[in-house]
């Protein structure tokens, strides 16, 4: 199969702005399927990535991205299954095996808490230097849903920007776009309303009602 069978827009060149959110790894600037996100609240940063779920060959380059980001807070928003079906690869130590081995990072699980509606474990990683990375793994927001209660959702995101220190907050749930992107959708919400910037909340809110009303609007015109 040459170039020239192939569709035109099949071998154009991918657009120059990929490059300048996607998550480079190493020297090579590797690929991972990552996207760095940054806004401004005020003068304060937030600085995310938001990545898919590791699959058993991303694993390695999942951590490689954690420890060339420094980033110390992992917040998972999937199980590792849900009805029947595999959103994720279990990519931590997890007892019995209190440690892990990936290329060259050793991980050991130095301690965990399994709350009503979330997991905390204290991940240490090892590469010359040794780290700890907070990994945080809610539990009760099925894929294609929302959470079961709404105050768990704000108090996980409170307790995630609490420890949250240096580097990016690294956000995946399965595919990396679902949940992952209302978790960082409603932690710059949280910030808005917290730096007294209700009015520009209140006016995204007027906004997605409008479309709303305007979708029903039109979804009766086109049953009568």
């Given at each position: 199969?040459?170039?020239?069978s192939l569709?035109?827009p099949?071998i154009e060149?991918?657009p120059?702005?990929y490059d300048?959110?996607?998550v480079?790894?190493?020297a090579t600037r590797?690929?991972i399927?990552?996207?760095?996100?940054?806004t401004?609240?005020?003068?304060?940063?937030?600085?995310?990535?938001?990545?898919?779920?590791?699959?058993?060959c991303t694993?390695a380059d999942f951590w490689q991205?954690?420890?060339?980001?420094?980033?110390?807070?992992?917040?998972m928003m999937?199980?590792e299954?849900e009805l029947?079906?595999?959103k994720?690869h279990r990519?931590?130590?997890e007892p019995?095996q209190?440690?892990?081995?990936f290329s060259e990072?050793?991980?050991r699980l130095d301690?965990?808490q399994?709350?009503?509606?979330?997991i905390i474990?204290i991940i240490?990683?090892?590469n010359?230097?040794?780290?700890?990375v907070?990994h945080?793994?809610?539990?009760?927001?099925?894929?294609?849903?929302t959470?079961?209660?709404i105050e768990?959702?704000?108090?996980?995101i409170r307790?995630?920007?609490k420890i949250?220190?240096?580097?990016?907050?690294?956000?995946?749930?399965?595919?990396?776009?679902?949940?992952?992107g209302?978790?960082?959708?409603?932690?710059?919400?949280l910030?808005?309303?917290?730096k007294?910037l209700c009015?520009?909340?209140?006016?995204?809110?007027e906004?997605?009602l409008?479309v709303?009303?305007?979708?029903e609007?039109?979804?009766?015109?086109l049953?009568?």
């Open positions: 199969l040459g170039p020239k569709p035109t099949a060149p991918l120059k702005f300048a959110t996607r480079p790894l190493g590797g690929y399927n990552a996207s760095y996100i940054r401004h609240i005020g003068e304060e940063e937030h600085f995310y990535i938001s990545t898919q779920g590791p699959l058993p694993v991205m954690i420890w060339e980001n420094e980033s110390d807070v992992i917040a999937t199980k299954v029947g079906k595999v994720c990519y931590w130590p019995p209190h440690s892990l081995d990072f050793h991980l301690n965990y399994i709350l009503e509606y979330f474990r240490e990683i090892i010359k230097q040794r780290r700890f907070k945080l793994q809610f539990t009760t927001w099925p894929d294609h849903g959470p079961r209660l768990h959702l704000v108090k996980f307790y995630m920007r949250h220190q240096t580097g990016p907050i690294t956000a995946h749930c399965s595919a990396g776009i679902g949940r992952s209302v978790l960082l959708c409603i932690d710059i919400l910030s808005c309303i917290e007294d009015d520009q909340y209140l006016f995204c809110y906004v997605v409008q709303l009303q305007n979708i609007a039109m979804e009766s015109r049953l009568q």
